[in-house]
C-alpha cells in the first residue's frame, strides 16, 4: 500500500514538472515577458513571400501565425490564453493603418516621379536645420528640403525648429540645454551664444558631428549655430551639388512668419524654388494672399479631420501634408481627386525611433520596408529623415512599378 502510494505521489510529480516545464517553454518561445524589445516579427507575422513584389513591399497583416506556432500554442491551453491576452495588446502594423494590404494593383506603370525631400535635411549625417545638412540631402539625391522657420525680435527669419512640439515651438532646453526661447533673441545673439546640445537624441547625427566654437578637438570646420534663412538660401543656391530645381520647402513654425519669408524669397528671386508650409494654415492663407502663384502645403497631425480637404482649399493651399502614419490610400485619394498633391511627412529621429519601438512592429526604422509600405498609399512626396535611404528604396520600387496604385 505505502509503495503504491510512493508511486503515484512520484508519477504525479514528475507528471506536474513536465507540465510546467512545457508551459514555461512555451511562453519562452513566444517571449511574451520580454516583448515589444527584441521580438518584432517573431509574434504575430508570417513571413512575407520575397517571391511575390507585392507582399514583400506590403507586411502581412496582425494575428497571421504560422502553422508551426499553431500546432505548439495548440499544446496547452493556460500558455495560449496568456498569450491570445497579450496580441490583443500588440501595436498595429502600419500596412494595416495606411489600408495598403490590399492595394488595387495598376493597370499600367505609374506616371508620376516621387519627390524625395529631406526633413530639416539629411539629420542623420548633419545637425538638422544647417547649410550642411540641406547640402548632405541634395548629394544623397534629394529633390529638396524641408526647414523651420521663426521670426526674431530683430526682424530677422531664422532657421531652428527646437522643442515644444508643433503648439508651442522654439524652445531652447532640448536643443541647447537652457530655459527659453528663440523667439528671446536676436539673430546675433543666438547664432553667438547658443550652442547645440550634442546629447541631445534627437540630433541623429551624433556627437561627434556636432561643432562646438570653442571645442579645438573637432575635426570640421564650425558649422552648428543658428543659421538665418537668408544664409540657408543663398548657400543653396551657389552650391554646385544643388540643382536650380532643387525644392525648399519653408515651414512657416513660428508667428508672423508668413510676410518676411515671402518678402525675402522675392528679394533673392528665389519664388520658383521656394514652397510655404504650416499647421498653422491661417499663415498659408497669408502666403496665398501675397503671392497667388506660390505653392503650399497644410500640414496635419495626427489628428486628421473629416473635411481635411475643404479645410485645404478653404485657404488656397496646393498640397496636403500627411503626417506618415495617417496617410492612408483613401485619405490620399480623395486628396488627389480634389486636385491636391500630396506629401507624407515623417517624425524626427527621436519620434520615429519611439514609433518603431512602440507602435509599428512590420517595418524598421526609417528603412526600405517602413519607406515602400507609405508609397503603397499613392503619395506623390516623401518628407524623410534619411534621404540616402528613401533613394534605395526608389530604386527597389521601379522593379515593381506595375504594383503601385495608379493615382
Known sequence: MTSAIIRGATFAFLFFG??????IALLSHYEVDSYPKYSRHKLYYSEPDEMDPIIATSPPQRHIFSQEVYERKRNDIEAESLYKERVEELPYSLASKLHVTHVPLAEEDCT????????RGSPYTALE??????IHAAQAGADGVELDVFLLKCGSLVVFHGSGGDENPGLLHSYCGIKGSILDYTAAE???????????????????EITHPDDISSKLPHYCYIHTLEEVLTTLGDHPDVSPNFTIKIELKGPNTAIPAVQLVRKLNMERQCQYSSFDHSRIAEVRLLDADA??????????????????????????????????????????SAGLNTMAWFRGPMGMKE???????????????????????????MCVNRPDVMAQALEETQRIKNYLPRI
Open 18 to 23: 513536465l507540465c510546467t516545464n512545457s508551459v
Open 112 to 119: 508620376y516621379p516621387i519627390v524625395v525631400i529631406g526633413h
Open 129 to 134: 536645420n544647417t547649410s550642411r545638412s540641406f
Open 190 to 208: 543666438a547664432r553667438h551664444s547658443l550652442t547645440f546640445n550634442k546629447n541631445f537624441d534627437e540630433f541623429g547625427c551624433g556627437p561627434n
Open 295 to 336: 505653392i503650399t502645403g497644410a500640414l496635419f497631425a495626427t489628428h486628421v479631420p473629416d473635411d481635411f480637404v475643404e479645410q485645404c482649399l478653404a485657404v488656397g493651399a496646393n498640397e496636403v501634408h500627411f503626417k506618415y502614419d495617417t496617410c492612408s490610400y483613401e485619405r490620399v485619394q480623395a486628396a488627389h
Open 355 to 381: 514609433d518603431h519601438l512602440n507602435e509599428y512592429f512590420d517595418v524598421g526604422n526609417e528603412d526600405i520596408s517602413m519607406y515602400k509600405t507609405v508609397l503603397m498609399s499613392g503619395v506623390k512626396s
